[in-house]
Nanobody, 115 residues
Framework: QVQLVESGGGLVQPGGSLRLSCAAS????????MGWYRQASGKQREWVAT???????TYKDSVKGRFTISRDNAKNTVYLQMNSLKPEDTAVYYC?????????WGQGTQVTVSS
C-alpha cells in the first residue's frame, strides 16, 4: 500500500504562485511514476504533470512553462510549483502514484485562483 498526503493548496490571485506538496509513505518500492491531476467542479479529472522514477517530466500543454514538477527522494515528496496562475487552474489537485498495475491517490487539495 502507498499513502499520499497533499498540502499547499489555497486561494491565490491571478498571476500568483503556489507550491503543492505530496508526501508518500508505505511500500514505495516499484513506484515508476508520480504525478498530479486536477478536477474542476463539474468536470472530469485531468492529468497535469508526471515525473518518472528516472526523473523525466511531462506536462499538459496548458501548464507548460508555468508549472514545474519535482521530487525530493530523501523526503519521499513530490512537488508542483505553479506560477502565473489563471482562474482556469482552479480545481482540486490530486497526487498520483503508479506502482505496477495500481494507481494510488491522495485526498486532494483545493486550489482557487480568483481576484
Amino acid at each position: 500500500q502507498v499513502q499520499l498526503v497533499e498540502s499547499g493548496g489555497g486561494l491565490v490571485q491571478p498571476g500568483g504562485s503556489l507550491r503543492l506538496s505530496c508526501a508518500a509513505s508505505g511500500s514505495l518500492f516499484n513506484i515508476y511514476a508520480m504525478g498530479w491531476y486536477r478536477q474542476a467542479s463539474g468536470k472530469q479529472r485531468e492529468w497535469v504533470a508526471t515525473i518518472t522514477s528516472g526523473g523525466g517530466t511531462t506536462y499538459k500543454d496548458s501548464v507548460k512553462g508555468r508549472f514545474t514538477i519535482s521530487r525530493d527522494n530523501a523526503k519521499n515528496t513530490v512537488y508542483l510549483q505553479m506560477n502565473s496562475l489563471k482562474p482556469e487552474d482552479t480545481a482540486v489537485y490530486y497526487c498520483n502514484a503508479k506502482k505496477l498495475a495500481t494507481n494510488y491517490w491522495g485526498q486532494g487539495t483545493q486550489v482557487t485562483v480568483s481576484s
